[in-house]
């Protein structure tokens, strides 16, 4: 152990950051890896990267990164030449093209003189911020970036004409396996493009292959079938999957390194009539997981919701179709709540986001752990919190409920319409309106809506129908804005922001739950009280300009303001 590491762990003990137990686990583990004091320190979980690249930049050190499972990106590789890489014992590890960013890896963060040359080869436009690593690292991870075509492009070159290197090729490398690096350069290209999903597809001739970005899904390659069978053992070994077998539905997990970033994908087999069908759901710990107040509720709804939260004990369900986002708002909620005094256990099919101090249990219906046994268990480890992924049927729904009675905070999903529907489906799966009215705190419906693009957006004075549709007063003048699409966007739309309905069940409505009355019932007192439907907070996005009136019906249903 070094003078700086020692100095580091210290300095990290008396600025109050980790404990001097953890300091000494760190340390063990430093000695039996050989690794880097402070990404040990975050791989434990002790402390997290932003508060160690602070603590790290507030005492004049460096940040560092591990290059032992970095996949490298061609853009970066692109703009260095490999001869001065090599010569100056630096990696291109990542390009920000909108903030003309390179981020290098060097052995020596403080080498006037390499940067210097960088900066003459690049120009004054690119702005560099060096990262420390391994000089043996670097130099081990140059033969690899610079030694072989990581594009995709390049590598279906390669494929179709069976021109490699022989030195190469003859090399153990897995890097010399073209395949594996396409396998590589497709994902590193969906979490580049802000893919949520990337489907392959086998046809009977081609294979079709599909990001979902936005929520919508685009076609981005189309390769010949020839190469699906190597492709999908290569998934399958890096997933822990089963390669044997082909005839059963299979999941598993794959985790990866990209541009400095650890995402996870979760992936899904299910054979076809044209071969075995492969889904991988990215899931970014860097994105998925937000603040309450990125969440981009309006001052009144979050307030609403910390008062939800506020309350010791009941349930809060989260509303809403697949993919509408629910999970991540939930960790969400819970990442406000994730504190030492508090026990936070959940329990998911699968777990998509590993924090740490949660502790989290995925369903195993193999050993014959669902839900309901589940939460049974939960229960004997003296939780404060529980998250159970959804709510599914009668036994599910009396455990959570049953948890909820017993002094717990619970919170889970529900596959509904709306907030309000919620209730009449948990009357319908067996759950009595007199604990249902007790227990319950409030209910959140979501959907995702695609924004539109600032560059390209175009504005337009509405029809009388949209003044109609957004309720515009007869003198009230607004412009609307229409997507137009360009070289920055997909379809005059990127990025996406949540739309929420928040229920609060106050006295009124318990006593109207309670008395089994109807949905139109409540839903007219939750309106009488400020309660504002998914439509509502639509409308105020278009108004504002964020989002488009065609896209806001292609996500929620406007058509009872028609009447």
Same mark, same amino acid.
């Given at each position: 152990?070094?003078?700086?590491?020692?100095?580091?762990?210290?300095?990290?003990?008396?600025?109050?950051?980790i404990?001097?137990?953890?300091?000494?686990?760190?340390?063990?583990?430093?000695?039996?890896?050989?690794?880097?004091?402070?990404?040990?320190?975050v791989?434990?979980?002790?402390?997290?990267?932003?508060?160690l690249?602070?603590?790290?930049?507030?005492?004049?050190?460096?940040?560092?990164?591990?290059?032992?499972?970095?996949?490298?990106?061609?853009?970066?590789?692109?703009?260095v030449?490999?001869?001065?890489?090599?010569?100056?014992?630096?990696?291109?590890?990542?390009?920000?093209?909108?903030?003309?960013?390179?981020?290098?890896?060097?052995?020596?963060?403080?080498?006037?003189?390499?940067?210097?040359?960088?900066?003459?080869?690049?120009? $004054?436009?690119?702005?560099?911020?060096?990262?420390?690593?391994?000089?043996?690292?670097?130099?081990?991870?140059?033969?690899?970036?610079?030694?072989?075509?990581?594009?995709? &492009?390049?590598i279906?070159?390669?494929?179709?004409?069976?021109?490699?290197?022989?030195?190469?090729?003859?090399?153990?490398?897995?890097?010399?396996?073209?395949? !594996?690096?396409?396998?590589?350069?497709?994902?590193? $290209?969906?979490?580049?493009?802000?893919?949520?999903?990337?489907?392959?597809?086998?046809?009977?001739?081609?294979?079709?292959?599909?990001?979902?970005?936005?929520?919508?899904?685009?076609?981005?390659?189309?390769?010949?079938?020839?190469?699906?069978?190597?492709?999908? !053992?290569?998934i399958?070994?890096?997933?822990?999957?089963?390669?044997?077998?082909?005839?059963?539905?299979?999941?598993?997990?794959?985790?990866?390194?990209?541009?400095?970033?650890?995402?996870?994908?979760?992936?899904?087999?299910?054979?076809?009539?044209?071969?075995?069908?492969?889904?991988?759901?990215?899931?970014?710990?860097?994105?998925?997981?937000?603040?309450?107040?990125?969440?981009?509720?309006?001052?009144?709804?979050l307030?609403?919701?910390?008062?939800?939260?506020?309350?010791?004990?009941?349930?809060?369900?989260?509303?809403?179709?697949?993919?509408?986002?629910?999970?991540?708002?939930?960790?969400?909620?819970?990442?406000?709540?994730?504190?030492?005094?508090?026990?936070?256990?959940?329990?998911?099919?699968?777990?998509?986001?590993?924090?740490?101090?949660l502790?989290?249990?995925?369903?195993?219906?193999?050993?014959?752990? $669902?839900?309901?046994?589940?939460?049974?268990?939960?229960?004997?480890?003296?939780?404060?919190?529980?998250?159970?992924?959804e709510?599914?049927?009668? &036994?599910?729904?009396?455990?959570?409920?049953?948890?909820?009675?017993?002094?717990?905070?619970?919170?889970?999903?529900?596959?509904?319409?709306?907030?309000?529907?919620?209730?009449?489906?948990?009357?319908?799966?067996?759950?009595?309106?007199?604990?249902?009215?007790?227990?319950?705190?409030?209910?959140?419906?979501?959907?995702?809506?695609?924004?539109?693009?600032p560059?390209?957006k175009?504005?337009?004075?509405?029809?009388?129908?949209?003044?109609?549709?957004?309720?515009?007063?007869?003198?009230?003048?607004?412009?609307?804005?229409?997507?137009?699409?360009?070289?920055?966007?997909?379809?005059?739309?990127?990025?996406?922001?949540?739309?929420?309905?928040?229920?609060?069940?106050?006295?009124?409505?318990?006593?109207?739950?309670?008395?089994?009355?109807?949905?139109?019932?409540?839903?007219?007192?939750?309106?009488d009280?400020?309660?504002?439907?998914?439509? $509502?907070?639509?409308?105020?996005?278009?108004?504002?300009?964020?989002?488009?009136?065609?896209?806001?019906?292609?996500?929620?249903?406007?058509?009872?303001?028609?009447?």
């Amino acid at each position: 152990m070094s003078d700086n590491k020692a100095r580091l762990g210290d300095a990290l003990c008396e600025a109050g950051i980790i404990s001097a137990d953890q300091l000494r686990i760190a340390l063990t583990e430093q000695k039996r890896t050989d690794n880097k004091l402070g990404s040990i320190l975050v791989t434990l979980g002790f402390i997290s990267e932003k508060v160690l690249r602070d603590f790290i930049s507030n005492t004049e050190q460096q940040e560092s990164i591990d290059l032992a499972h970095l996949v490298a990106d061609p853009e970066a590789l692109a703009k260095v030449p490999q001869t001065l890489a090599r010569a100056q014992h630096l990696l291109p590890i990542s390009f920000n093209t909108q903030k003309q960013e390179l981020k290098v890896a060097m052995s020596n963060v403080f080498d006037v003189i390499a940067i210097d040359k960088l900066n003459a080869s690049l120009g $004054d436009q690119i702005k560099i911020t060096p990262l420390l690593a391994g000089e043996r690292d670097i130099m081990q991870a140059l033969d690899t970036a610079y030694g072989f075509d990581l594009s995709i &492009d390049g590598i279906l070159h390669e494929l179709e004409t069976g021109e490699i290197d022989a030195q190469m090729a003859a090399s153990q490398q897995e890097y010399s396996q073209p395949l !594996v690096r396409l396998v590589n350069a497709l994902l590193a $290209d969906a979490v580049k493009r802000g893919a949520s999903d990337i489907h392959f597809e086998p046809e009977a001739t081609f294979l079709r292959i599909r990001y979902r970005i936005d929520g919508v899904l685009q076609q981005v390659r189309s390769l010949h079938k020839n190469y699906w069978s190597a492709i999908v !053992v290569r998934i399958k070994v890096m997933a822990g999957l089963n390669i044997a077998e082909t005839r059963i539905p299979q999941d598993g997990r794959i985790s990866m390194v990209f541009s400095g970033q650890a995402v996870d994908f979760r992936v899904s087999s299910l054979p076809t009539i044209h071969g075995e069908n492969i889904v991988l759901r990215i899931l970014d710990r860097e994105k998925g997981i937000l603040t309450m107040q990125q969440l981009g509720l309006p001052d009144d709804s979050l307030q609403l919701l910390q008062l939800m939260m506020a309350r010791p004990e009941g349930i809060i369900l989260l509303t809403g179709p697949t993919g509408s986002g629910k999970t991540t708002t939930l960790y969400s909620l819970l990442n406000h709540l994730n504190q030492e005094s508090v026990n936070i256990m959940t329990l998911e099919d699968p777990v998509e986001y590993q924090q740490m101090m949660l502790r989290q249990t995925a369903v195993n219906e193999s050993v014959k752990l $669902d839900f309901s046994t589940g939460i049974r268990a939960l229960l004997r480890q003296d939780p404060d919190i529980l998250l159970i992924g959804e709510i599914r049927d009668e &036994d599910t729904a009396e455990m959570a409920f049953r948890a909820a009675m017993t002094g717990h905070q619970v919170y889970s999903t529900l596959h509904t319409n709306s907030a309000i529907s919620a209730i009449t489906r948990l009357l319908d799966i067996g759950v009595l309106p007199d604990i249902l009215a007790d227990n319950i705190i409030g209910i959140v419906g979501q959907r995702l809506l695609r924004k539109l693009c600032p560059h390209c957006k175009q504005a337009y004075s509405p029809t009388q129908l949209e003044r109609h549709l957004l309720k515009l007063d007869t003198d009230e003048s607004l412009q609307l804005y229409s997507a137009q699409g360009c070289d920055r966007c997909y379809q005059g739309y990127k990025g996406r922001l949540a739309l929420l309905e928040i229920l609060r069940i106050d006295d009124i409505l318990r006593g109207m739950i309670a008395a089994r009355c109807n949905i139109h019932e409540l839903r007219h007192k939750a309106q009488d009280n400020g309660f504002f439907a998914l439509a $509502d907070d639509g409308i105020r996005r278009v108004r504002e300009g964020i989002t488009s009136l065609d896209e806001l019906t292609r996500v929620v249903d406007l058509t009872h303001h028609l009447h």
